[in-house]
């Protein structure tokens, strides 16, 4: 495969395949399955290609926008917040969570776009390709579909009960009219799907690949997040020896200096294994990261004085955090946050990109799963924590040396996930539900019960798919 950025394919899918004016509820021409739509290697490349568009987020208006992957999390952290009085989200109000919606509306134009693939390229026949790439293909799309239903069971599913009934609405076909409506599965039945998806990427995506596309690497990274989050003893164990896999023999290393990947080095950087980076231009009139940072930084969406506090003494804080934002009157103790784009500097292709996995979060979660493992070895779990916040230039390591228990261990990797990783992709708030219920209630007090875990199932929903099933606990059909 040429090695040609992400853009590019995006724009050849948009101007080739798509009319750019289309909604953004129809999915890609490109990806779609008609006849004889995938025929043979070439086609199938092009409909993944609308893969990669959908996970990209590229709108009718082609902007790629991964305003849903960054922001709420933090919001829901207490670590982010809005510029302009408290969000829903900031409040854990789920009811009036106005981003979270938006979230199931684009997994699931992700997991059509995927299922478009994988049922178009199982009907073709092995000779129409070369080589591995037929199972290459397969294991990319179902990568994707795979992260598109991970992200529905974290937002929109019992994920933390393994015996609950209210699991995703797992879409396995391409979605016509015949087949909308289904039933929801059970958390079990998801966790199953899910893994089974990851385990074939694992086995055939392949081993080098540019950032912005798939690898086996990426999918190994993405089952430690699945098994982190089905939580238990084996998946730990599991866990553990894929992050130790992935550091001992992937090409991903650390980068010398956190600050250089989002300031100067982007998808570039040998850290990211996963990125996503906007179309040309396009930060010239639409800002995803820095939206609003125009003429200084962010006053739209901030850093709190939790995330202010935790950067307290930290190298990272003096980049990462700037001075108060101009609107304190109706969001006080808001900070211009700065990780994406220097304080008065103006938005680029690199400001806006964004960044799905990277490295630090495999040493992280591999750290937590050690934490978490019967006779998990602390000190080793030490040494990954503290080589990530090297990375960032700390030099004070005193905190997670002195945390010898594995309650005191498991809150200094949250901290550390905080301290890096906010803003990407929703991590920290996995990170944080993970933890135990007591200490989440104390971290963010507007937590007062597991619902908040979750988010209602759209009402559209019920409307279009009598079959799904009934509501999540706690939230009425009205």
């Known amino acids: 495969m040429k090695r040609l950025s992400l853009y590019i394919i995006l724009l050849a899918g948009c101007g080739t395949f798509l ?11 490109n990806a779609r399955v008609e006849g004889t739509a995938i025929t043979d290697q ?8 609308g893969v990669y568009y959908r996970f990209a987020n590229v709108t009718s208006d082609n902007i790629t926008l991964w305003r849903e992957h960054h922001i709420p999390g933090g919001m829901l952290s207490g670590l982010l917040a809005y510029g302009f009085g408290k969000l829903a989200e900031e409040k854990n109000d789920n009811v009036g969570a106005g981003y979270i919606p938006a979230v199931w509306t684009e997994s699931y134009l992700l997991i059509n776009a995927a299922n478009a693939v994988i049922d178009g390229v199982n009907a073709v026949p092995d000779k129409a390709f070369t080589d591995t790439r037929k199972n290459e293909i397969l294991a990319e799309s179902r990568f994707m579909r795979a992260y598109g239903h991970f992200t529905l069971l974290i937002y929109f599913a019992e994920w933390f009960k393994t015996d609950s009934r209210f699991g995703v609405l797992i879409r396995d076909k391409f979605s016509t009219l015949s087949n909308i409506p289904k039933a929801r599965s059970s958390v079990a039945e998801s966790y199953s799907f899910i893994l089974e998806d990851l385990d074939f990427a694992i086995a055939n995506a392949p081993a080098d690949h540019p950032s912005y596309y798939v690898t ?7 089952k430690m997040r699945v098994l982190l989050c089905h939580g238990q003893q084996a998946d730990y164990i599991a866990a ?6 992935i550091i001992q023999n992937s090409t991903y290393t650390l980068e010398n200096n956190l600050k250089d990947l989002f300031y100067v080095k982007g998808l570039t950087s040998k850290e990211v294994i996963l990125g996503v980076k906007p179309q040309p231009n396009q930060e010239a009139f639409y800002y995803i990261q820095s939206r609003a940072y125009y003429p200084v930084q962010s006053s739209l969406f901030t850093a709190t004085q939790q995330l202010k506090d935790l950067l307290e003494n930290d190298p990272r804080g003096s980049w990462m955090i700037g001075p108060k934002t101009p609107y304190q009157a109706y969001s006080p103790n808001t900070y211009y946050f700065l990780k994406y784009i220097a304080y008065g500097s103006n938005t680029s292709q690199l400001s806006e990109t964004s960044y799905a996995i990277r490295l630090s979060e495999v040493y992280l979660l591999q750290a937590e799963a050690i934490i978490r493992s019967a006779g998990g070895n602390l000190q080793t779990a030490k040494t990954l924590i503290k080589t990530v916040m090297a990375k960032g230039g700390v030099t004070d390591f005193t905190a997670v040396d002195n945390a010898n228990t594995a309650a005191d261990l498991l809150l200094q990797n949250y901290y550390e996930v905080a301290r890096n990783l906010t803003g990407e992709d929703g991590i920290e708030w996995r990170a944080l539900m993970r ?7 104390l971290l963010k007090p507007t937590i ?4 908040q875990f979750y988010f209602p199932i759209p009402l559209d929903e019920f409307n279009t798919n009598p079959l799904i099933g009934d509501q999540n606990p706690g939230y009425g059909k009205q």
């Open 240 to 245: 553990a020896t894929l992050g130790n896999d």
């Open 42 to 49: 070439k086609t199938a490349q092009t409909a993944l290609n």
């Open 216 to 222: 086996k690497w990426a999918a190994m990274a993405l």
């Open 435 to 441: 933890l135990p219920f007591d200490e989440v209630k």
């Open 448 to 451: 007062t019960s597991t619902q």
């Open 19 to 29: 009319s750019c004016n289309k909604q953004l509820s129809e999915p890609p021409a």
